[in-house]
């Protein structure tokens, strides 16, 4: 059997006062989202011996030994095990030796919950409730079990009253915030944690939870613009045990997961940012999370960025959001970009290279990650910026004849119907001419021979 005095780290003569001291102190160093099992074992201990009855009966199930942790200790093992028929048959003849252990039957409801036997469940705690009206867990299980058989206002009713009894207690504040987040009665919960907030006169890091919960609250209202003032007040009230902060630096880290789940990137880096403040040495976990979420925070706005060309947003928004690239995707997607470039005029090409610039500029960031990509993209923005430089001066080269300048142009902006019409007219025309156009071509517009070499090639086959 557990010796809950041990796990309180106090005397079995300590007061009512000296156990909740202890409970506080060692809920402060197993934070209950963070340390879930330690703080579940932590609170039973509590539960237990924070009531004078429960207490009292604990103390002689204690000095029993033998059968009865026998049969509890299976008993546990079946719950772990999610064999919850013979977990309630262990609990059950342990209540057949001593009907008073509260705590037993605790676990006897428990199994039922497990189970889905609510209404059995239901009918364990009423027992416990009225047995010991002053313990609080008891009083928020028989809530939860009304709450999972649809009984709301029984529920409410519940959790009101356990909080009404002792509002130091975060863990039964937590059953009337999960209730109204369900039903999404988030003002309510706002009005609550600000009003406890405030109700000692003054803020400190006693507070924490109530702030920690009023942010997780604004995630779910998506008015994440709260969470940023919120957090100032916070950082105000951190003291500088090690312990401490670091339990707080894995709270704003699980809260800015929760912002990225949502798409909130903007927020989750700068909850990342400021749990990176709190480290007292080098966290390479909060460095790539700050990473992530600066990158999807950037792809977010670069998607709603007007000055940067759509075609060109694809590679972020692939990488960012689309499956793990392979070297196969990657070299897919430029690919089908590249095609989609080939054909512009010169003033499209500007505006390709305005948003390439835009990109390195403000979004230098994303644009490392598929630098690859850009890289060709650039190279062939680059060389179609300098055909249609080349064009200014190509059209009026008298050396070069028409029936070249008609294919040429034609080739260049993808034109079937202007091919047809330039190869009809460089049918006409004498092979010397040409000869003497294409040498000019290679020799005073190398992109345009360039981009056109293919073409060229073959005409050169055919006049030589």
């Known amino acids: 059997m557990k010796n809950f ?7 079995d003569l300590a007061t009512q006062q000296e156990i909740k001291k202890a409970y506080v102190k060692l809920l402060r160093k197993y934070p209950p989202e963070k340390n879930p099992e330690e703080y579940k074992i932590i609170r039973e201990a509590y539960d237990t011996l924070k009531d004078d009855e429960s207490k009292k009966n604990y103390d002689i199930s204690l000095k029993c030994g033998g059968e009865i942790e026998e049969l509890e200790n299976n008993g546990k093992k079946h719950l772990e095990n999610e064999n919850y028929d013979d977990a309630i048959k262990c609990f059950e003849k342990i209540l057949e030796f001593n009907s008073e252990l509260g705590t037993i039957r605790n676990s006897l409801g428990n199994a039922y919950m497990l189970k889905r036997k609510y209404k ?11 047995n010991y009206p002053d313990n609080m867990n008891y009083i928020c299980n028989l809530g939860f079990s009304f709450e999972m058989m649809g009984k709301i206002d029984k529920a409410e009713k519940l959790y009101l009253k356990a909080y009404e009894f002792d509002k130091t207690d975060k863990e039964v504040m937590g059953w009337l915030i999960s209730l109204y987040w369900k039903q999404k009665r988030y003002f309510e919960v706002e009005k609550l944690l600000k009003k406890d907030i405030m109700s000692d006169g003054e803020v400190d890091f006693n507070d924490y939870y109530c702030y920690s919960k009023l942010i997780e609250t604004y995630i779910r209202m998506d ?8 957090v100032k007040d916070i950082k105000k009230i951190i003291p500088n045990d090690p312990q401490i902060r670091e339990n707080v630096i894995w709270d704003f880290t699980r809260l800015g997961i929760l912002l990225s789940e949502v798409q909130r990137y903007e927020f989750s880096e700068i909850l990342y ?3 990176k403040t709190l480290c007292l040495d080098e966290n390479c976990e909060l460095n790539e999370r700050i990473k992530i979420a600066t990158l999807y925070k950037l792809t ?8 940067v060309e759509g075609m060109l947003k694809g590679p972020l928004v692939y990488y960012m959001h689309g499956t793990e690239n392979t070297k196969e995707d990657r070299k897919n997607n430029l690919n089908n970009i590249l095609r989609h470039l080939e054909v512009y005029s010169g003033e499209c090409g500007e505006i390709i290279k305005a948003s390439l610039d835009r990109i390195k500029k403000y979004y230098r960031e994303l644009y490392e990650e598929v630098e690859d990509i850009y890289s060709e993209i650039e190279k062939l923005n680059r060389l179609q910026l300098r055909v249609v430089e080349e064009f200014k001066t190509f059209f009026s080269h008298n050396g070069i004849s028409r029936g070249l300048k008609m294919c040429i142009a034609s080739l260049v902006d993808k034109n079937d119907d202007s ?8 049918n006409k025309e004498r092979k010397n001419e040409i000869r003497d156009g294409i040498s000019l071509i290679k020799r ?4 345009i021979h360039k981009v056109t070499s293919t073409f060229i090639e073959k005409v050169v086959e055919i006049v030589s």
């Open 120 to 130: 059995k469940a239901s009918l364990e705690y009423m027992i416990l409730a009225d």
């Open 419 to 426: 091919l047809k019409d330039g190869l009809n007219q460089l």
């Open 5 to 11: 005095y041990e796990i309180l780290e106090i005397s």
């Open 273 to 275: 940012k400021i749990a």
């Open 444 to 447: 005073n517009y190398p992109n």
């Open 300 to 307: 977010d706005n670069l998607l709603n960025d007007d000055k």
């Open 223 to 230: 008015d994440t613009y709260k969470i940023v003032d919120l």
